[in-house]
């Protein structure tokens, strides 16, 4: 049950992860928009404030235009200028001047000049007069000039203001003229009352020398703030580094002449701490929602997935008769590293109680004897598994094996199923159980090693077994010289030669061949074929085992050259190590149109010993274009977690759950797990052992590709047939 839990695991960080980078995203999404939206906000304030000020420019010059010419117009006004009057002038303006300061305190300026633009009277500093007019004044002087009203806004000596002049005319001459100034703030103060502002001027560096105070603040190379709030300055002076977000500022208003030409910058800082944060508070809630979406999201998906690999786990790895764990179960424990002590056992004539009393019958002995099984794991701290008909496994996984404890877990197990007794509903009658047991104590053989003591002890009409070495027999050695000795001969006589088998597809058309093993032997002089089973074990405990595949795949690829159907080579995972087998491979590939005609098979016979160092070599295959396929799949090593990392081109199921899956609704049930498995990652399957048309139909209806088995065609030797033609 290693794999489910890895996945689980696996999936929630990986999901965890995604949701965290998610929520990353949508976080710089959104700081994205905020400041987006910021800058929107700002540009419209700016526009509107660019409206305002030229509307109430607009609005203040007519109204301005209009007191003017009424003050130009009061009686013995033009004449006192004619006669330079100062006390005339005094007598008659102060007046008027106060009550424009009353109606309009803004108006900062308001002064009278003589023909020669000398100063006659300045009803805001009556004290300074007699001064002549600076001749940049260009405004004034074209007033004297042109002899008209004129307009705009213009460096004076203190400060830049909005004035409007007027020419003074005493019996049709003109003698002189009026100048009326406004500070550009004033036209702003609507907007104070929405938003917090700063005003000030900015001018051209040419133009400082107009003023008397030249000090100024740089804003760019050339402009300088000349007048201005302090954080205005400070704005400037710190360039902006040390200014929060909602601090901005606009240079944008234009602050033309009466000639319109621009002589200034009205700048304007805005302080929208308000917008900022309102958005700002939107963004949070909104982010804190979206996460609290998310996360719950990811825990209802995850709590359906994991509900859904446990079915799954429970269809793979759950014998569905006893509820015990079954054989894929174990397969994923046998794979561990750690030292475990296993005992097998299976019920003594069993398929007795199939034959007299039937399939239902010999079902309830399996689920009393599970029964018992799950009873006494639990007890003895043991996991119980049902791995075939009758047999049963108990495994512990501990460092050190106790001989006494397991004897006496041994007894105790026997004792308790010799005094089960089941009742039989089909025969009315109740049954008693024997079992034999055998023992091992291993971290990688150990169900191999527990079945040969299994097997000696049903030889020997024994209860149960511990494996030793002492269980190699005379007759087994004996065996191994004579099977050696037959490898050798066929090696030397070129007798080891492979048999292809056809792989259709869907149509039953032949797509490719798989190259298998065989020896050629001569048992008194009579031609006999040695298939891998008598003597591929014997062959890769010796140094035999190389040759072999060598031959074979030399032989296989020289014949496939130049053939259209692909052909598909059996590796051990070892083989993948070997550096004499994959030069073979490489030099037999040399004379192919494509690499991609090399199927390349992992075959589950041993356990991986550098399960990294086999992925990097089917890597550098799969990089020059073999392809590579999964055999096997569902009997053991070729697991769901080396799939996903080795990503194989085809996956073989293995033949045992095709045998039977006409009658077997487990085999079906996971059949059909494989294939959706395969389908969504893009796999080719190839189902083998498939005997007859009725498998066959049965398994192109379920989704699979490609189909191998004797209803197609037996292993045979296209090699010796076509040198015989």
């Given amino acids: 049950m290693l794999l489910p839990n890895t996945i689980k695991r696996n999936t929630l960080i990986l999901t965890l992860f995604i949701l965290l980078l998610s929520l ?29 000020f030229l509307a109430n420019v607009q609005k203040s010059e007519d109204d301005l235009s209009f007191k003017l010419a009424n003050i130009v117009a009061a009686d013995g006004l033009a004449e006192a200028v004619a006669r330079r009057d100062y006390e005339a002038l005094e007598k008659i303006i102060t007046p008027y001047y106060k009550r424009l300061k009353e109606l309009q305190y803004d108006v900062e300026i308001l002064t009278f000049r003589s023909a020669e633009n000398i100063t006659l009277f300045r009803a805001h500093q009556p004290e300074y007069y007699g001064d002549a007019l ?64 700063d005003v000030g001027i900015a001018l051209q560096k040419a133009q400082l020398d107009i003023l008397l105070d030249q000090k100024g603040v740089p804003i760019d190379a050339n402009l300088l703030l000349v007048r201005g709030d302090v954080t205005l300055k400070n704005y400037f002076l710190q360039k902006q580094t040390s200014q929060k977000s909602h601090y901005k500022v606009d240079t944008s208003i234009a602050l033309q002449n009466h000639l319109l030409q621009t002589t200034g910058y009205l700048v304007v800082g805005f302080d929208i701490a308000d917008i900022v944060k309102k958005n700002t508070e939107f963004m949070e809630r909104f982010f804190f929602l979206i996460a609290i979406s998310m996360l719950v999201l990811v825990l209802l998906l995850h709590q359906s997935f994991t509900k859904i690999l446990n079915y799954f786990s429970k269809q793979v790895y759950v014998d569905h008769l006893t509820e015990l764990l079954n054989r894929y179960a174990l397969n994923d424990v046998l794979f561990s590293k750690h030292r475990k002590t296993l005992i097998v056992s299976n019920i003594k004539e069993f398929s007795l109680v199939n034959e007299l009393y039937g399939v239902d019958a010999g079902n309830e002995v399996l689920i009393q004897v599970a029964a018992l099984f799950r009873d006494f794991a639990k007890e003895r701290g043991f996991e119980a598994y049902r791995i075939s008909s009758d047999e049963f496994v108990l495994l512990k996984k501990e460092d050190f094996f106790d001989e006494e404890a397991c004897f006496k877990n041994l007894k105790e197990l026997h004792e308790k199923i010799n005094v089960l007794k089941i009742a039989l509903k089909e025969a009315d009658e109740v049954i008693g159980v024997e079992m034999y047991s055998g023992v091992a104590f291993d971290n990688e053989n150990v169900l191999e090693y527990a079945q040969m003591a299994l097997k000696k002890v049903r030889k020997e009409s024994l209860s149960f077994m511990i494996y030793s070495q002492k269980l190699d027999t005379k007759e087994h050695s004996q065996t191994v ?68 595949t060598k031959e074979i795949l030399g032989r296989s690829l020289e014949f496939f050259q130049n053939r259209k159907e692909r052909i598909s080579l059996n590796f051990l995972p070892n083989d993948f190590f070997n550096p004499s087998i994959i030069k073979t491979l490489m030099e037999g590939m040399e004379n192919f149109d494509s690499p991609s ?93 498939v005997e007859n048309e009725e498998i066959f139909e049965l398994l192109k209806e379920y989704g699979v590709d490609e189909f191998q088995g004797y209803y197609f065609g037996k292993p045979t030797d296209l090699i010796g047939a076509q040198e015989q033609a």
């Fill in 24 to 52: 990353f995203g949508i976080y710089m999404l959104l700081e994205q928009q905020l400041q987006k939206a910021v800058s929107e906000e700002f540009e419209r304030v700016a526009l509107g404030t660019k409206n305002l």
């Fill in 597 to 689: 005609r090399v199927v390349v098979e992992i075959t589950e016979q041993e356990g991986v010993e550098n399960f990294e160092k086999l992925l990097e070599v089917v890597k550098k295959l799969r990089a020059i274009g073999v392809l590579i396929a999964i055999d096997d799949f569902g009997s053991g090593y070729a697991n769901y977690v080396h799939i996903l990392e080795i990503k194989p081109d085809y996956l073989k199921i293995d033949g045992s759950l095709i045998r039977n899956i006409l009658s077997d609704e487990n085999s079906k049930i996971l059949v059909k797990s494989i294939i959706s498995f395969a389908r969504e990652l893009g796999i080719t399957t190839v189902a083998e052992y």
């Fill in 134 to 197: 600076n001749e940049k004044r260009a405004l004034i002087v074209d007033t004297g000039l042109l002899r008209r009203p004129l307009s705009g806004f213009e460096v004076g000596n203190l400060e830049m203001t909005y004035r409007l002049s007027k020419p003074i005319f005493y019996k049709d001459v003109y003698v002189g003229n009026v100048e009326l100034g406004i500070n550009p703030k004033a036209f702003l103060e609507e907007l104070g009352t929405v938003f917090k502002i």
């Fill in 481 to 548: 010289v004579q099977v050696k000795r037959s490898i050798r001969h066929a090696l030397e006589h070129k007798n080891v030669i492979p048999f292809f088998q056809p792989i259709t597809d869907h149509n039953a058309k032949v797509v490719k061949y798989e190259a298998l093993m065989r020896i050629v032997a001569f048992d008194g002089g009579k031609k006999r074929i040695l298939y891998p089973s008598e003597f591929l074990d014997i062959a890769m405990n010796s140094n035999l085992y190389i040759k072999m």
